[in-house]
């Protein structure tokens, strides 16, 4: 590849997480670019193509960005490559683009390496890129805001959260036996590493209805987490918008589906919506979600009540009655055209000077701002009363999958299934999609786990729609064991919501990498090119090479007692 001998004239950006290394490099006017002898064309531009944002400079606008100039500069006993990106007139405003206007706008990119890191080609996977800038800052003196272990960020979570909001997004159901058994499930397997296969170059891509997602991971639906961060919704959606992934917006956002659509941009976002007990509610939510930009639906069905969780009984806490997480039904105007409902005056709360915090939260928390709430009292509570009268559906049946098929025609995904006779009546109702899921154990106290019951739902579904998986990742080895087991991609819940309330759209982002980094390595580690490769050769059980069904983990008939399902 012949490079050009100039390039623009700009300072690079210093943004604060950049330690003052950094700061020493500037391209001038007429600095030397280096040729192909150090790295090929292809090398380069798939390492703009796999990562066009980094350290906080936006994604390029151009559709096809070109690689005009590199330079290496020795730094104490580092190499800082800078490659330099010609975007035409769309990059004007990128953050350190000091071009003027009538010139061709640049945007920086930074990797500030090990020298042995930089031999060759400019690092093999994500993986390895992201592996260097946390070691190479820690060099410098910085440590990762975010931990990188699950135990440790879930502990620093816990400690930045007030105690009512850890018990609601960490909290599950009875003695959360489930949740524990979500997490054991991943240990009846383990990965069968294969030697000297070339893995220099990994593809993590998955196919999901027509889109194309750099990773197998989605952002699963998570309801009120404004109890973790301020902006909510709208800081986790721009982060996965910025890596890249879909974000499924909770029926229990705190921000309306609208404002969470705008925040995703132009990144794929799903809706995951609540059958509530009034089907003009649900119609008027999957109208909006089509209005909205959404490219599915995911309907859960494992939720039609709330389940028995003592950790929020313990805390007499449910945050629905504080204002939070209706954002999407008191901004929705069937939901507000409905009559007031009948309340139940047993379940009329005492008002009174301890009630008072109570009251005060409701109205700082009331979506719509608290000047609403102040200027109409008994509309807030007329609506809180609606929500909770309307939420429980324990009436519906598979008979009313076919209904909900004909209010939208986006594709319909259930979550909630775990047993394969489900699963092929949902593919008999029309839907488009299954998530296997237990709910992270919100639900139902010991409870068999997600992870257990997915080869039984992926073999009785036999390849006719997609199967995804939900209920305990983790870390990249997690996502590896479930795609080998069938599934076509995850959902990541806590993990995110941890990281969310470390740093906001940043703490979602720093798990977001470092999950896609953990996935990258392990996968090459393992001997696999891609993720389409892996299946059950793969993992191994205690008892042998390969994965065979055991009474415990396949839910296979003969050996758990459930009928072999094949719709």
């Known amino acids: 590849m012949a490079l050009p001998a100039h390039v623009l004239s700009y300072t690079t950006p210093r943004p604060a997480t950049l330690n003052n290394m950094r700061r020493l490099c500037r391209i001038r006017s007429g600095a030397r670019c280096l040729g192909s002898a150090c790295c090929s064309e292809d090398a380069l531009r798939g390492a703009l193509q796999d990562r066009t944002q980094l350290l906080g400079l936006g994604p390029f606008s151009a559709s096809k960005p070109r690689l005009v100039g590199m330079r290496e500069t020795p730094l104490l006993g580092y190499e800082m490559r800078i490659l330099v990106v010609a975007c035409g007139t769309h990059a004007a405003g990128l953050p350190g683009c000091r071009a003027p206007a009538h010139r061709a706008s640049c945007a920086i990119q930074w990797h500030i390496l090990p020298a042995w890191m930089m031999k060759g080609n400019l690092m093999a996977g994500q993986g390895r890129r992201h592996q260097a800038r946390i070691f190479t800052s820690g060099f410098g003196g910085r440590r990762p805001l975010v931990p990188c272990a699950p135990e440790a960020l879930e502990h620093a979570a816990q400690a930045s959260m007030t105690r009512r909001a850890w018990a609601y997004i960490a909290g599950g159901a009875g003695l959360e036996r489930t949740a524990a058994a979500n997490r054991a499930a991943f240990d009846h397997y383990r990965i069968l590493q294969r030697m000297l296969r070339d893995v220099s170059e990994r593809k993590l891509a998955v196919e999901l209805f027509g889109r194309i997602m750099p990773l197998p991971v989605l952002l699963a639906p998570i309801g009120v987490l404004g109890m973790a961060h301020r902006e909510a919704d709208l800081a986790a959606a721009r982060a996965a918008a910025a890596e890249g992934l879909t974000f499924i917006t909770s029926s229990q956002a705190s921000y309306p589906m609208e404002a969470v659509a705008s925040a995703c941009a132009g990144s794929p976002r799903w809706f995951q919506l609540y059958w509530s007990a009034r089907d003009e509610v649900a119609a008027s939510f999957l109208r909006r979600a089509e209005t909205a930009g959404y490219e599915a639906i995911v309907v859960t069905l494992d939720t039609t009540q709330l389940g028995w969780r003592p950790r929020d009984l313990d805390g007499g806490y449910l945050p629905f009655l504080h204002g939070r997480g209706i954002a999407n039904y008191v901004s929705d105007p069937a939901f507000c055209a409905l009559p007031p409902p009948a309340a139940d005056p047993s379940e009329r709360p005492a008002l009174g000077l301890r009630s008072l915090p109570a009251v005060v939260e409701l109205l700082r928390s009331w979506p719509q701002g608290m000047l609403r709430a102040l200027s109409s009292p008994t509309a807030v509570v007329q609506a809180v009363q609606q929500f909770v009268a309307g939420y429980s559906r324990p009436d519906l049946t598979w008979d009313d999958l076919p209904r909900l098929r004909q209010m939208t025609s986006l594709p319909i995904l259930v979550k909630g299934i775990l047993h394969p006779d489900d699963a092929c009546k949902a593919l008999e109702a029309g839907m488009d999609g299954i998530i296997v899921s237990n709910h992270g154990g919100r639900q139902v106290d010991g409870a068999v786990a997600s992870l257990d019951m997915l080869p ?81 050769s793969v993992l191994v059980e205690p008892h042998g090479i390969g994965v065979t069904p055991s009474s415990r983990r396949s839910g296979l008939d003969g050996e758990t007692g459930l009928p072999r399902s094949s719709c």
């Open 456 to 536: 039984a739902v992926v073999e009785a579904i036999g390849g006719r729609i997609p199967v995804l998986f939900d209920s305990g990742i983790r870390t990249g080895s997690d996502v590896i064991k479930a795609l080998a087991l069938g599934a076509r991609a995850v959902l990541l819940g806590r993990p995110y919501i941890y990281g969310l309330a470390l740093g906001g759209e940043a703490g979602v982002r720093a798990v977001l990498q470092a999950l896609a980094a953990d996935l990258d390595l392990t996968l090459a580690l393992m001997g696999c090119r891609s993720v389409h490769e892996l299946n059950r």
